[in-house]
């Protein structure tokens, strides 16, 4: 099966499983995926994840992360969409929640926060935002 949004579904699945309060989300993986897992790993909004192949594919296991019961990942939405890019120079970045979320950047240096991004001063399509 084939999605037209592989980042909107996993955004989805991340917080259909966090609605639920599971420990972890299992999702086809991709290094797209990995990416943005390793930077939200990083930035302390979940646990851990790994990869294992299963049946010739490959799944990426995320571990979600709660504090006093509440998931540490309030808001998790998809900016730049396949319909509609959205594209941003290093100079017009948003920042989210006043600097207490981040952005997810990919950018040609590769994918990282709009921290990073900033600093590097490189510009590039904003995947999403967290917070």
Known sequence: MSLSDPIGDMIAR??????????????PSSNFKTKIADILK?????????????????ILSMELKYHSGNPVISAFERVSKPGRRIFSSANGLP????????????????????????????????????F
């Not at 302390?44 to 299963?54: C, L, P, R, V, Y």
């Not at 991004?117 to 399509?125: D, H, I, N, W, Y």
Request: hydrophobic content about 35%; overall charge positive; aromatic content about 2%.
């Open 95 to 130: 920042k989210i929640n006043n600097g207490l979320g981040i952005a997810i950047i990919s950018t040609p240096k590769g994918v990282m926060t709009d921290i990073d991004a900033r600093k590097q001063r490189v510009g590039g399509e904003i995947i999403c935002k967290v």
């Open 14 to 27: 991340v917080k259909n499983a966090q609605a639920r309060n599971h420990k972890k989300v299992d999702l």
């Open 42 to 58: 990083n930035e302390g909004f979940i646990k851990d994840f790994k990869i294992s192949n299963e049946n010739n594919k490959s």
